[in-house]
């Protein structure tokens, strides 16, 4: 499904059942919601599973300029709204737990808890992480896409 953000179409899907407890996960760079399939089965009986592409990335908005922390957590927030979800836990993985963490500075009120993998703490200078991001799409667009796919969780 698609939720139209301030910042353009971000792509989104919903899984298990009306549980009110709902866990969103958040991919790692250069990925998208596909990360997260086999958790689908795993944890839909229990709770109410958030998967999105977070801007720039799957099939959500290419923002065509400069990656932006605020951006990807102000279209979340949105999508919750939207969704009228009000709390979450949220699972970040990679980039996705900078994410998480940065939602849960700015949202802390909409965020029951936060577990996070391969992410480095929040208190690092996120503007340096920005351009890091940003030299890593650089590196990975001048990849082949094969070989992207083949060391990045074949996620199309």
């Not at 399939?37 to 400069?66: C, T």
């Not at 979450?88 to 993998?117: C, D, M, N, T």
């Amino acid at each position: 499904m698609y939720f139209k953000s301030s910042y353009g179409d971000i792509y989104y899907e919903i899984h298990g059942g009306n549980n009110s407890t709902v866990v969103a996960f958040l991919h790692g760079i250069l990925l998208n919601h596909k990360m997260f399939e086999k958790q689908i089965d795993a944890f839909k009986d229990e709770y109410k599973l958030l998967l999105w592409d977070m801007p720039e990335h799957g099939q959500s908005v290419k923002l065509y300029k400069d990656f932006d922390f605020a951006i990807v957590a102000d279209s979340f927030i949105e999508l919750l709204n939207e969704l009228e979800i009000k709390e979450v836990i949220l699972v970040g993985v990679s980039l996705g737990g900078w994410v998480g963490q940065f939602i849960a500075h700015k949202y802390p009120e909409r965020v029951k808890a936060l577990a996070i993998e391969g992410s480095t703490p929040l208190h690092v200078d996120l503007r340096k992480m920005a351009f890091i991001f940003q030299v890593y799409c650089i590196v990975f667009r001048l990849l082949p896409w094969g070989i992207v796919k083949k060391d990045n969780g074949k996620n199309d």
